[in-house]
């Protein structure tokens, strides 16, 4: 596992663009699992900045989102179809037929779930996964205790993510879903690459549990140990709780890099 230390926010999310446009340039018709939340804005302002400014090109990539709330319409404010179409999509020449994004208000939520496997199998596979991280190290909505052999699925939320999450609801946790439809960590794992972003101090533990802690289904982001190629990107107050590495250390213009 490599950790990527960044002075601040930032440089986190640049550090995290550089990652992605690296795949684009490298692989055109790359596929992308891709997050919400707070974490990620700062990588998809980059993202647009170099799509507007550097002419980086999207128009082949094929993405498909985490999660997405169970039982929100596709334009409420705190939907991530929303998000996903206001703070990137809109931005940048993405094609929306390469856009997957689980559909919260479907019938059948686990017929939903199957679907999005096989158009993740039909599309070859994810390339490139970006991560954020809950306090509780779920990935994902993949909260403590999730078999790390899950797929696509259905899901009722933690207490502590739906309080994390109500920051989005007008800070009213009784207005944020209970269920969303989630991929899962076999999901997650089985892409080629994986990188992870978290930011500030309420990470830090979180953070040393994923890298020093024992892989365990109590902290599902533990399981990333595992990955043959995951990179951890984060602040330096998210970053707060690691123990020094080993590998030592490679210095960098406002970063530094250690291998676990």
Same mark, same amino acid.
């Given at each position: 596992?490599?950790?990527?230390?960044?002075?601040?926010?930032e440089i986190m999310s640049r550090e995290a663009a550089k990652v992605v446009a690296a795949?684009?340039?490298?692989?055109?018709?790359?596929? #992308? %699992?891709?997050?919400?939340?707070?974490?990620?804005?700062?990588?998809?302002?980059?993202?647009?900045?170099?799509?507007?400014?550097?002419?980086?090109?999207?128009?082949?990539?094929?993405? #498909?989102?985490?999660?997405?709330? &169970?039982?929100?319409?596709?334009?409420?404010?705190?939907?991530?179809?929303?998000?996903?179409?206001?703070?990137?999509?809109?931005?940048?020449?993405?094609?929306?037929?390469?856009?997957?994004?689980?559909?919260?208000?479907?019938?059948?939520?686990?017929?939903?779930?199957? =679907?999005?496997?096989?158009?993740?199998?039909?599309?070859?596979?994810?390339?490139?996964?970006?991560?954020?991280?809950?306090?509780?190290?779920?990935?994902?909505?993949?909260?403590?205790?999730?078999? #790390?052999?899950?797929?696509?699925?259905?899901?009722?939320?933690?207490?502590?993510?739906?309080? %994390?999450? %109500?920051?989005?609801?007008?800070?009213?946790?009784?207005?944020?879903?209970?269920?969303?439809?989630?991929?899962?960590?076999?999901?997650?794992?089985?892409?080629?690459? &994986? &990188?992870?972003?978290?930011?500030?101090?309420?990470?830090?533990? =979180? &953070?040393?549990?994923?890298?020093?802690?024992?892989?365990?289904?109590?902290?599902?982001?533990?399981?990333?140990?595992?990955?043959?190629?995951?990179?951890?990107?984060?602040?330096? %107050?998210?970053?707060?709780?690691?123990?020094?590495?080993a590998n030592g250390f490679v210095p960098g213009p406002g970063t530094r890099t250690m291998?676990?």
């Amino acid at each position: 596992m490599k950790v990527i230390v960044t002075d601040d926010y930032e440089i986190m999310s640049r550090e995290a663009a550089k990652v992605v446009a690296a795949e684009v340039k490298s692989k055109p018709d790359s596929v #992308f %699992a891709l997050p919400t939340g707070g974490t990620p804005l700062g990588l998809y302002a980059e993202l647009i900045r170099m799509h507007k400014e550097e002419g980086l090109d999207l128009s082949k990539v094929s993405t #498909f989102n985490l999660d997405e709330y &169970i039982g929100l319409p596709l334009n409420h404010e705190s939907s991530y179809h929303y998000y996903m179409y206001d703070k990137f999509f809109n931005h940048v020449n993405v094609s929306e037929d390469r856009v997957r994004i689980p559909n919260g208000l479907i019938e059948n939520p686990e017929e939903e779930s199957l =679907a999005y496997e096989w158009a993740i199998k039909r599309a070859g596979g994810i390339d490139l996964a970006v991560l954020g991280i809950g306090r509780n190290g779920h990935i994902g909505f993949n909260e403590p205790k999730t078999e #790390f052999g899950s797929l696509t699925r259905p899901i009722y939320l933690a207490k502590r993510t739906i309080e %994390a999450n %109500a920051r989005f609801f007008g800070e009213d946790p009784d207005s944020v879903p209970r269920q969303a439809i989630s991929m899962g960590i076999r999901t997650i794992m089985n892409s080629t690459k &994986i &990188i992870l972003l978290a930011s500030g101090a309420e990470k830090a533990r =979180a &953070i040393n549990q994923t890298v020093h802690g024992p892989v365990t289904e109590m902290v599902p982001s533990s399981v990333l140990q595992l990955h043959p190629d995951c990179t951890l990107i984060l602040d330096k %107050a998210a970053a707060d709780e690691l123990e020094p590495s080993a590998n030592g250390f490679v210095p960098g213009p406002g970063t530094r890099t250690m291998v676990y």
